[in-house]
């Protein structure tokens, strides 16, 4: 701090006692309590009993008087001042003070920069300021107040006061700081307040901390009541100089307005105890007022008694006899003993019992929470260094209220937005004739912001970007255009369009609540067609088509041999009767077996157990002829005369079936859109295919979200779509291009869906990809995030957002097919399922083959109890094995003989024509 290397001479008029001992009150006359002070610190005097005498001495706003006073107590010779004032005058008086080594008693100075080595005869009553934003911050996380405003003047009280609390709310992860103002304390016009308000009041902050003097809060507030800032929603939290000196808000004519009635303020804590109440009758006796007993004005009345006590107690001289006010003087030689004897006691005041820490501070900071009522500030809480806060009775708020804003505004009221937008049909559309302002707009998005003004009480204005661009990054500037850029250099308040979301513009901007869904798709116009004469075989890919007649002819072996091997088959069923059987004809046909004579093919009626299990089929059914026809027929949805008769055969033509169907309808359908694309003379089934063709051209609007997103993606071949592409100016150059034939434009759904609701031959390439986001844009921080979100998710709840786009866009189709089926050529990955349930099936199948044998053996048994199941198992297996090793054999030999005795007739009848070919010549 600076030093005042010769301040003013002041010759002593009168010439002091050596033996008196006097002791100093520096007050200013402007202070509203100036009298209550000087009446307070008189009785302190006498309360004492001591034989300390107090000279009082006041000064007007000029530095050059507070100067003069302080000089004038120092010749006057007293050994210590008490002053009241700001921490910005304290610094000065103790400047002059401590080189001079004059113990100075601070009542109401709170900076907690204030002591410095320089001014070590400095003692401060007021707890530090930092002390008042802890307690400030505890009210704070109490009521649970997500955001504040903090205003604050530049001096040191302004700026050191809320230090700390900015700190706290610096990590608080719960509470933010919204705005922070600062504002010259010196200039109390309207004008400045105003402008530094209109900051608060654009913020939509509800809770704001004043810290500020005494008479510039009362500017403040009565200009805040004439903004609308004081309303029921919003809250005002007072520091010291308020609301410890409550008569700065009075009137010329001594009144407190009601405007003040809900304010919270914190202020040094009073003990009313016994103390309390006898000074209190004693000072009203005396003609006093009770609102003159504030927290610092009993600090002035107790540090009177304090210094008074303390230098009682010392056991020497303490007169000073300075006759000069000089930073050239050494200073008064006893000035540290009267500093250690303050320092060192303890003294039991009106406020509390006083005795100071190490830093020259009074211990264990208090102070009370305050509510303005009733034209005074009264307790409703204290706080405790240590132990926080305790709210202990009710609060009024601002308006009346009894329950706590929730502090964060519930509308816009009295606000003027100013947006961004372009025309982007169907979200807006901008009319150029017979219309101003406001008016000239329509489409859903306008739809959606005269919503939002109703609700939220605000007037707007739409502004249109220079380049018409909704807003793309520069890669080698790094710079933002459109409507983007508007934003970022706050000439609009918001971007009221269908801005799309992505991590770019993320970055730089924040995005309100998504009003709508939407993605990227490439559309294309039809073409005439060209033939293709293997066109039904497109659905399928080639390895599908190979799979599918390979297990064609797998399952018809596996028909072939459940319909001969089943006990419960024609074939099986008749060769068991066979060989078990005790009549003679079946004794004379085995006969026959054995003998390899004959077989079981081509058997007619037996009249014994064969006939059991004869019925009207052929034992023929389970041929491999039969069996081929049977699955043969399933490929085309048809099916054979002749049917397995065991379980397990019918239950694998059933899953073979079941399997053709799906296979079937899988075929059609995608021969369907297959025949869609070539009578359309599509060739493309998905976007990435324009890479490898020659046929189409393709593009992509520039500085446009699907640009950006396709170059985002992690597939490369996306990034050369638009590498390789054109870049399109904008929608109607686009759609002029699309319209034209043989180009693929890729696009936003919704917009492409509007746009092309009457273009019937215009059709869709692949499927929707890549989703996103609509909403709107807001710049980082923005106070109106808040209220825009809970309203545009009202929007969507309530089907406002559906009801929108049934208006303007899709309830004006005119097209049904407005999208182009996708054919894909089906592999094994998209039959894989299928492919499960067939293998499944078979499974299936061979078990139930299984318990066949075992039910048939175990009937067997219980027919015939003198052989058991082991054996009758086991003599079934040998009777298909010696069916398989004779009969199954016996044909392929016969097949053998006749190709051989075919080979031999043919030889013979070359060998007959050559002869009688040489016998005619």
Not at 679 to 698: A, F, H, M, R
Request: hydrophobic share 40%.
């Amino acid at each position: 701090m600076h030093r005042y290397i010769t301040i003013l001479v002041f010759l002593s008029s009168v010439q002091q006692s050596t033996t008196e001992t006097k002791v100093g009150l520096l007050i200013s006359k402007s202070d509203s309590y100036n009298n209550a002070l000087k009446s307070l610190s008189s009785y302190a005097v006498q309360d004492t009993n001591t034989s300390v005498t107090l000279v009082t001495v006041e000064y007007d706003d000029k530095l050059q008087s507070m100067v003069e006073a302080c000089c004038q107590l120092v010749t006057s010779g007293v050994s210590a001042i008490i002053t009241k004032g700001s921490s910005s005058s304290t610094a000065i008086q103790s400047d002059i003070l401590s080189p001079l080594k004059i113990p100075h008693i601070a009542v109401s100075a709170t900076d907690p920069f204030l002591w410095t080595s320089s001014r070590e005869y400095l003692v401060k009553l007021a707890s530090s300021d930092f002390y008042q934003s802890e307690a400030i911050y505890d009210l704070i996380r109490h009521y649970k107040w997500p955001q504040i405003s903090i205003i604050a003047t530049t001096d040191s009280y302004g700026l050191h006061g809320i230090l700390r609390l900015d700190n706290l709310l610096l990590v608080d992860p719960f509470t933010k700081v919204k705005d922070m103002v600062l504002i010259s304390g010196k200039d109390c016009t309207e004008g400045n307040i105003k402008y530094n308000l209109e900051k608060v009041k654009q913020s939509l902050t509800t809770v704001i901390v004043l810290n500020v003097g005494a008479k510039f809060a009362k500017c403040v507030l009565e200009t805040a009541h004439q903004m609308g800032l004081m309303g029921a929603d919003y809250v005002w939290i007072v520091t010291d100089a308020i609301a410890a000196q409550p008569e700065n808000l009075a009137t010329t004519e001594g009144n407190i307005l009601s405007i003040y009635e809900g304010l919270i303020g914190v202020r040094p804590a009073q003990d009313k105890g016994v103390q309390y109440k006898s000074l209190k009758d004693s000072y009203v006796l005396n003609g006093g007022k009770v609102d003159d007993l504030t927290s610092y004005t009993i600090l002035t009345y107790d540090a009177v008694g304090l210094v008074a006590t303390a230098l009682e107690e010392v056991p020497q001289d303490t007169s000073q006899n300075l006759k000069i006010c000089s930073s050239l003087s050494n200073g008064w030689e006893k000035g540290q003993i009267v500093l250690d004897a303050i320092l060192e006691s303890s003294y039991i005041g009106v406020s509390g019992k006083i005795y100071f820490t190490n830093d020259r501070e009074k211990f264990g900071p208090s102070y009370d929470i305050v509510n303005f009522e009733d034209n005074t500030f009264r307790q409703v809480g204290i706080w405790k260094n240590g132990s926080g806060l305790a709210i202990t009775s009710s609060v009024l708020f601002l308006g009346g209220k009894k329950n706590a804003p929730t502090g964060v505004a519930n509308d816009l009221a009295g606000r003027h937005l100013r947006l961004g937008s372009v025309e982007e049909r169907p979200f807006m559309f901008f009319a150029t004739e017979d219309c101003e302002g406001n008016g000239c707009w329509s489409g859903m998005v306008n739809d959606m912001v005269e919503r939002l003004a109703n609700e939220l009480d605000f007037t707007y204005e739409y502004i249109q970007p220079a380049d018409m661009k909704f807003g793309a990054i520069n890669e080698t500037t790094k710079e933002w255009n459109g409507m983007i850029r508007d934003l970022l250099d706050d000439k609009t308040d918001m971007i009221a369009i269908d801005l799309s979301t992505n991590s770019a513009r993320k970055s730089a901007i924040d995005y309100s609540f998504p009003f709508m869904d939407a993605g990227i798709k490439a559309v294309v116009k039809g073409e005439p067609g060209t033939g293709n004469m293997f066109f039904f075989l497109t659905p399928f890919d080639t390895a599908v088509w190979c799979m599918v007649f390979a297990v064609n002819f797998v399952l018809v072996g596996l028909i072939c041999c459940l319909g001969k091997l089943s006990p419960f088959g024609k074939y099986g069923a008749k060769l068991h009767a066979v060989k078990t059987c005790a009549c003679e004809e079946c004794k004379t046909k085995r006969e026959e077996m054995d003998a390899k004579v004959c077989s079981l093919d081509g058997t007619k009626k037996y009249d014994c157990l064969i006939e059991e299990v004869e019925e009207e089929d052929r034992s023929t059914d389970a041929s491999l002829y039969n069996s081929l026809w049977l699955i043969s027929t399933g490929l085309v949805g048809q099916t054979s005369e002749a049917l397995p008769h065991c379980l397990s055969g019918r239950f694998l033509v059933l899953t073979w079936w079941a399997f053709m169907l799906i296979t079937m309808s899988m075929y059609t359908a995608n021969l369907t859109a297959s025949l869609t694309l070539n009578k359309l003379g599509i060739s493309l089934n998905q976007v990435l295919e324009l890479l490898d063709q020659d046929k189409y051209k393709w593009g992509v609007i520039g500085s446009r979200h699907p640009e950006t997103l396709l170059k985002s993606h992690m597939d490369s071949r996306y990034s050369r779509l638009v590498d390789e592409g054109e870049t399109l100016e904008d929608l109607n150059h686009a759609f002029e291009t699309l319209r034209g034939g043989y180009f693929v434009f890729i696009d936003e759904s919704p917009v492409l869906a509007h746009e092309l609701r009457s273009d019937c031959d215009i059709f869709s390439v692949g499927e929707e990809s890549q989703s996103f986001e609509y909403a709107f844009g807001l710049p980082k921080g923005s106070p109106y995030k808040t209220l825009i979100d809970t309203h545009l998710l009202k929007f969507r709840e309530d089907g406002f957002i559906d009801i929108l786009w049934q208006k303007w866009s899709a309830g004006q189709s005119v097209c049904s097919n407005s999208a182009l089926g996708v054919s894909v050529k089906f592999d094994f990955d998209k039959l894989a399922g299928v492919l499960y349930m067939l293998c499944t099936g078979l499974a299936i199948s061979f078990i139930l083959f299984t318990a066949e044998y075992v039910y048939a053996t175990v009937r067997e048994t219980k027919q015939k109890q003198e052989i058991t199941f082991w054996k009758a198992l086991k003599r079934r297996i040998g009777f298909i094995w010696d069916d398989m090793s004779s009969s199954w054999r016996r044909n392929a030999e016969e097949q053998e003989r006749r190709k051989r005795k075919l080979e031999q007739n043919i030889a013979i009848e070359n060998m007959a024509q050559e002869i009688t070919a040489e016998i005619s010549m």
